[in-house]
Structures are given as structure tokens and as C-alpha cells.
């Protein structure tokens, strides 16, 4: 199996369609309705897995992967995933894995270096950045409301409704984290955008206004850097300045973005963030970590144990109180032992390795997006600050609805092709499809071949 692995990472994925090409219940039809009542041979499993699992799966892990954001588990993170299974460590608090914590808090504290966060930044793992976003906006409400963690939000007079603001860029979760929380959809505010597609500050300000005069409760703003649609990177430096004059918590979603300033070329994109309350960006997305990994970082982490920390008696130990007990910090108990495969990551790769992957990454996307520049087939729909770019094809005679189903078709058939994965956003404009680049392994010829299944696509739809 490990061989199995090597050869797959090594170029064996290349083997495989990027998307799976199954149709929806082929998979569940070849398994049986009932579980083994006998253990059986790892072999056949083995050869199940290669028969009925390996066809329904979407190679995440390929070099033709540029659909949603480009990522890559990579050979020293899968390790590091190994060695985590193989000892099957629960890091619920120190005493259950001294190493898990402070291999935890170490790396994280590496990374806030590397990324140029301030000191007093706290930093710990989640699973992903929905969770690490949601756990943040818990944390501002319990920093607005002392209240909040014995009488909760229920049938509170003396309570306004809470509003959390972001743009309407921002990704989902942060108005999942709002129906969660208790805010409701109407808790959660989509600020306009600018014709870049950041957060319009002084729509911001207008609307924080608006609701103060109508007796309601500002809560948080979340500023993203490097959108889910288009990586625009929101003014933090001004949200920062709107967020102190207004007594908000500024919560930073960085899910994708976040890892390349590691390099000094981009930490510009963090401008404003140092002044934040509370950041996450996702180890999983942009920094060859597999799945799962979200850094979270707070300047506040004693209001995310208030907001938290709850210790029944069969968890505590002659320590509690005098070391970190990482359960503290959010919802779950059982902690995986995360930190080993960023740390061989880290380990393996180097802040210079690391780097150099992130300026290849960029490069080909460049190149791309100089190519649709070119190409009067084709056009740009939006600035492209990282590694994704967003574009159309552009048939003379096509607009509004049939140009969006032009090129929705156009997607399919080159997703059709096995070769490259791209997905697709609405941005002011119509549809636009999307180039992520962000896999170990994709090089210049790959970007190539896109070009040519994009152009030949093109053609061909257009002859029709
Ligand atoms: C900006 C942003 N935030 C949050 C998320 C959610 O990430 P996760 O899957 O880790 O919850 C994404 C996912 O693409 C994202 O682009």
C-alpha cells in the first residue's frame, strides 16, 4: 500500500481521471447492503478498493486539479498522516499527549512567525476554516456579552439581535456560522463590493450605522483575504481602523490566501491583520498539508476558554490549570494529533521550499492569465493577485444568460476529458470559470493542455 501511495504521488495519479466518471449510486451498487460477519482477507479489500472506490473518486491529488482551490497532500504530509493514525493519539489535553500540544503550539507558533503575525498571537489547529470561523465568532460573542455563557441567547429582553458583517465575497461559512450561532440569516450582513471585489469600507461604516440606529447590536466583521470567487484581498488596514472605532471584533478568514506570505513579496496581502482579533488560514488549502488543517490564531485565547471551557471531573488532572488543554479552546473533545504532519511538512519542505513552490504556483497562473488576455476567444473577468484566475470564453454573438450557459457547457466538456478539473463562480459580469492552481505536481505542460481543451472546446461548441 505505502508503494501503492509513492507511485501514485510520484506521477501514478496522473493514471486516474481528475473527475470521477460515475454516475450518482454506481459506486453504492457494487457494495454489499450488509457488513462482513467475518473479517476477510485484506487482499480482496485491497482490490475492492482498486475495483469499486479508486473509479468514484475526484483526484483532488492530480496535477489536473485547478477546479475550487488547488491542493496538495503531500509526500510529507501523508507520512506524517500515517505515523498520526499509527498511534492513534487523542490530544484532548496535555497530560493525554504532551507532544500533541506543544508540537501543536510550536508549529503554529513557527507559522506566525513565518507569516509576520504579532506575538501575542495564540495559535491552534481546527479541522477545517468553517469551524475555526465559526469557533472565532463564538468567541466575539462572548467578548460582547459577559452574559452570554450562563444565560445564552434565548428569551433575552436586554439582548439586541447581533450582526456580524462581511462581504459578500466572504465564503459561506461565516453565514453558516451566523445560523448556527443563533444570529439567524438576518444576523449576517453582505457588504457590497468594490470593482475589485473587496469589501467596500464605507458601505461598511454606513451599515454598521444603520443598524445601531435601529437598536441592533453590531457584533464582528469578517474581512477575507483572497476570496473564494476571485482571491481579492479586503482593505483590512481600513476594516481594522472601522472595527477599533466601533468596539467590533475583526475576525480574518485567510482559509487560501494566508500561506504565501510566508513569502516577503506578499506579505502586503496581511496588511491590517495584525490588528485583528482573531485569524484562521487553512494549512489544507495552500501549504501541502492533506486535509484536514486550519490554523486558527486569537490575540483573545482566555475568551475562547470562556466562551468553551467546561471540565467535568473525569478530565482533570493534577495540571489542569498550569499547561494548555487544547480542549479548552473550542466544541470538540477529541483532538486528532494534527500538528505532526504540518511539522514534517514544514520539516521537509522549508520555509524556502515552500516559497519556491508558491512562486511556481503563481507563475503558471500568470502565464494563463496572460494567455486569456491574448486570446480574443477569451476574457479576463477579474484581477488574479495569487494563483487562480477567473475567465470567460467569449463568443461575438452571445450575452447575458446564453453566454453563461455557453460557458457553463464549455466547463463540462473540458471536465469531460479526464484530464484537467476547473469549476466555475458568478461574478458581476455572469458566469465565470475558474483556473486554481495550487498542486505539487501540475506543471507548465498542464496549463497548456488546458488552454488546448478550453480552445478546442470553445471551437467546438461554437460550430454548433
Ligand atoms: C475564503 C474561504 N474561507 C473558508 C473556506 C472553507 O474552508 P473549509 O473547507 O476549511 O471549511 C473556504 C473554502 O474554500 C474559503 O475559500
Redesign the pocket.
Known amino acids: 500500500m505505502v508503494e501503492w501511495i509513492a507511485e501514485y504521488l510520484d506521477g501514478g495519479n496522473r493514471q486516474h481521471p481528475v473527475l470521477a466518471q460515475v454516475e450518482p449510486g454506481d459506486v453504492a451498487a457494487r457494495l454489499p447492503d450488509e457488513m462482513p460477519t467475518v473479517g476477510e482477507d485484506p487482499e480482496a479489500v485491497w482490490q475492492d478498493f482498486l475495483d469499486i472506490v479508486l473509479p468514484g473518486v475526484t483526484h483532488w491529488n492530480h496535477p489536473g486539479f485547478m477546479a475550487?482551490?488547488g491542493i496538495t497532500g503531500s509526500g510529507p504530509g501523508v507520512l506524517g498522516e500515517m505515523l498520526s493514525a499509527a498511534l492513534d493519539v487523542n490530544g484532548m489535553l496535555w497530560r493525554t499527549c504532551p507532544s500533541a500540544t506543544e508540537l501543536e503550539l510550536k508549529v503554529l507558533d513557527w507559522l506566525r512567525r513565518g507569516l509576520g503575525l504579532p506575538e501575542d498571537f495564540f495559535g491552534f489547529l481546527t479541522?477545517?476554516?468553517?469551524?475555526?470561523?465559526l469557533l472565532a465568532l463564538a468567541a466575539a460573542r462572548e467578548a460582547a456579552d459577559p452574559e452570554i455563557r450562563h444565560r445564552g441567547m434565548n428569551g433575552r429582553d436586554d439582548l439586541p439581535a447581533m450582526r456580524v458583517y462581511a462581504s459578500d465575497q466572504?465564503?459561506?461559512?461565516?453565514a453558516k456560522a451566523c445560523l448556527t450561532l443563533g444570529f439567524g440569516l438576518d444576523g449576517f450582513r453582505a457588504v457590497p463590493h468594490d470593482a475589485e471585489y473587496r469589501m467596500d469600507s464605507e458601505a461598511l461604516t454606513r451599515m454598521v450605522a444603520e443598524d445601531r440606529a435601529a437598536g441592533l447590536r453590531p457584533l464582528a466583521v469578517v474581512a477575507?483575504?483572497?476570496?473564494?470567487s476571485t482571491t481579492s484581498v479586503d482593505p483590512c488596514n481600513e476594516i481594522a481602523k472601522i472595527c477599533a472605532r466601533e468596539a467590533l471584533w475583526m475576525h480574518v478568514?485567510?482559509?487560501?490566501?494566508g500561506s504565501i506570505a510566508l513569502s516577503e513579496d506578499y506579505r502586503w496581502c496581511l496588511d491590517g491583520c495584525e490588528r485583528a482579533d482573531s485569524f484562521?488560514f487553512?494549512p489544507?488549502?495552500w501549504l501541502f498539508t492533506p486535509?484536514?488543517a486550519?490554523a486558527l490564531y486569537t490575540r483573545h485565547p482566555e475568551t475562547f476558554k470562556r466562551a468553551f471551557s467546561l471540565v467535568p471531573e473525569y478530565l482533570t488532572t493534577p495540571l489542569s490549570g498550569q499547561v494548555v488543554d487544547l480542549m479548552d479552546y473550542g466544541v470538540q473533545l477529541g483532538r486528532r494529533f494534527r500538528a505532526l504532519k504540518l511539522w514534517w511538512v514544514l520539516r521537509c519542505f522549508g520555509l524556502e521550499g515552500i516559497r519556491d513552490r508558491h512562486q511556481r504556483h503563481i507563475a503558471m497562473a500568470r502565464d494563463f492569465a496572460d494567455w486569456i488576455d491574448a486570446e480574443p476567444a477569451f476574457e479576463r473577468m477579474a484581477p488574479r493577485p495569487f494563483s487562480v484566475v477567473c475567465f470567460r470564453a467569449r463568443p461575438e454573438d452571445l450575452e447575458g444568460e446564453t453566454l453563461d450557459a455557453f460557458n457553463m457547457k464549455l466547463l463540462e466538456q473540458v471536465n469531460a476529458s479526464g484530464e484537467i478539473f476547473l469549476s466555475h463562480t458568478k461574478l458581476d459580469d455572469g458566469v465565470a470559470l475558474r483556473v486554481a492552481i495550487g498542486n505539487l505536481g501540475t506543471v507548465e505542460t498542464d496549463v497548456v493542455r488546458c488552454q488546448e481543451l478550453l480552445s478546442e472546446g470553445r471551437a467546438c461548441l461554437s460550430a454548433r
Open positions: 475550487y482551490f479541522d477545517t476554516a468553517s469551524i475555526s470561523s466572504a465564503h459561506s461559512s461565516i477575507t483575504v483572497g476570496t473564494t478568514d485567510a482559509a487560501y490566501a484562521v487553512n489544507h488549502k486535509i484536514d486550519s
